[in-house]
């Protein structure tokens, strides 16, 4: 979790996996639970390239949800515990809270568990250049449809 950051260019140049197969491990609550977790940030950029962009850079960086073993315990959670309360606490790639002044560009995002970008409270963001790609060639099979961005109470 990353709280109060100003002015600050959190740069991803290689490969970020979102790696943990005990799901016991992450936060049960869904609002928390992400690979990068920003809270309360001003003029905060998430970036997969050091450039400024002008040569049309795409960026290198790339985060990895590895989604699809979270996929199938929803489906299968779903079906099974539904009746029972089951709470769907699969984590974001990343989740934006109470901020102002945000850019995610030039990244590339794969597989994610939930929502590839999650922002609550949120005002003036910025979502562009980004590249989504689901169920890639390391996942044992399709996924379900995802979401690239979800703004809640967001501007």
Not at 56 to 85: C, M, P, Q
Not at 115 to 140: D, E, I, K, M
């Amino acid at each position: 979790m990353l709280v109060q950051l100003r002015n600050v260019k959190f740069i991803i140049l290689g490969t970020l996996e979102l790696h943990d197969d005990n799901f016991h491990v992450w936060p049960q609550s869904r609002y928390y639970n992400a690979g990068l977790f920003f809270s309360r940030c001003v003029n905060l950029t998430v970036s997969g390239s050091d450039n400024d962009g002008a040569s049309g850079s795409r960026g290198v960086g790339l985060i990895d949800g590895l989604g699809f073993r979270w996929w199938e315990a929803a489906v299968y959670n779903a079906l099974t515990l539904h009746a029972k309360g089951w709470r769907d606490n699969r984590p974001n790639i990343i989740n934006v809270v109470g901020s102002t002044d945000v850019v995610i560009e030039r990244i590339t995002l794969r597989n994610a568990p939930a929502f590839h970008v999650h922002t609550s409270n949120t005002l003036r963001q910025v979502v562009r250049y980004v590249t989504v790609h689901v169920a890639g060639s390391n996942a044992p099979r399709p996924g379900p449809e995802t979401c690239l961005v979800e703004s809640l109470s967001s501007l």
